[in-house]
Nanobody, 117 residues
Framework: QVHLVESGGGLVQAGGSLRLSCAAS?????????MGWYRQAPGKQRELVAT???????NYADSVKGRFTISRDSARNTVYLQMNSLKPEDTAVYYC??????????WGQGTQVTVSS
C-alpha cells in the first residue's frame, strides 16, 4: 500500500466550491492504476463519488455528475476532486483511495466536508 495525504476539506455554504487533493507518497511499486474518492455521511454507507484510471477513464456517481470533476496527475501520483455547486447532501467524510495490482487498497485518513444550507 501507499500512504495517502489528503487536503482541502472544510465548511462551505450551499452553492460553494471546494477542491480536494490527495497525494500518494512512499515507494510506489507496483504503480497505481486507479485512484478515487469515496464518501460516508453519518448513518449511511460509504459510497463511490468518482474514480480515475491511469488511462484517464473517469466514473462518477449519478448524484455528483455535472458538479464534481476528478483529475489525476500521474507523474505526481496525485488526484483532485473539484466540487462545485455543493449541496447539503454532499456533507460527508471524503476518503481518497488508490489501487495497485497485487496490493490491497490504500485509503487516506478522510477529510470532512460540511455544506451548510
Amino acid at each position: 500500500q501507499v500512504h495517502l495525504v489528503e487536503s482541502g476539506g472544510g465548511l462551505v455554504q450551499a452553492g460553494g466550491s471546494l477542491r480536494l487533493s490527495c497525494a500518494a507518497s512512499g515507494i510506489i511499486s507496483p504503480s497505481i492504476y486507479a485512484m478515487g474518492w469515496y464518501r460516508q455521511a453519518p448513518g449511511k454507507q460509504r459510497e463511490l463519488v468518482a474514480t480515475v484510471t491511469s488511462g484517464g477513464s473517469t466514473n462518477y456517481a449519478d448524484s455528483v455528475k455535472g458538479r464534481f470533476t476528478i483529475s489525476r496527475d500521474s507523474a505526481r501520483n496525485t488526484v483532485y476532486l473539484q466540487m462545485n455547486s455543493l449541496k447539503p447532501e454532499d456533507t460527508a467524510v471524503y476518503y481518497c483511495a488508490a489501487d495497485q495490482v497485487f496490493r490491497s487498497r490504500s485509503w487516506g485518513q478522510g477529510t470532512q466536508v460540511t455544506v451548510s444550507s
